[in-house]
């Protein structure tokens, strides 16, 4: 019964609203997937300072950091990696480095989230990191994870 009220409500409160044009366009970018933003950050003349919206990436957790356990400053890395077949033989692996700051993260992480998750993570690129070979990753920082199965 509170269900189809629930259902009534939440439809009406949307009833009658229609996004603008452009409106979430201005915010997220989704054009770009997990391998998008991994080549983005790869071209020298990219800066993130420069790009301001937020990414909608999905991938596997290859590992989770947790750099500091207190809720109140929790912080974790966690690698997020996705794997596209090349041929029948060789696959190339996507990376980016995803930092969940904050206690909401505190509490999904050592409760709902854990390594080779599939998950969706909505954050923004803040750096990049290059690793001792020159290889350059992406440096998101969390807004939303979920868990997709």
Not at 133 to 148: F, H, N, Q
């Amino acid at each position: 019964m509170w269900f189809g009220l629930l259902l009534l409500s939440s439809t009406s409160i949307l009833h009658g609203v229609e996004p603008k044009e452009g409106q979430l366009s201005r915010l997220l970018d989704l054009s770009l997937d997990l391998k998008g933003v991994v080549q983005l950050v790869q071209k020298p003349s990219f800066d993130p300072a420069s790009f301001r919206k937020f990414v909608l990436l999905d991938g596997s957790i290859a590992g989770i950091t947790v750099v500091e356990r207190n809720p109140a400053n929790f912080t974790a890395e966690l690698e997020l990696v996705q794997g596209e077949w090349i041929g029948t033989e060789d696959v190339k692996l996507y990376r980016a480095f995803v930092y969940a700051q904050g206690p909401s993260f505190a509490s999904i992480l050592s409760t709902t989230i854990k390594s080779n998750d599939y998950v969706l993570v909505v954050g923004s690129i803040e750096e990049i990191y290059t690793d001792d070979a020159g290889v350059r990753y992406p440096v998101i920082l969390a807004l939303s994870i979920r868990k997709l199965h």
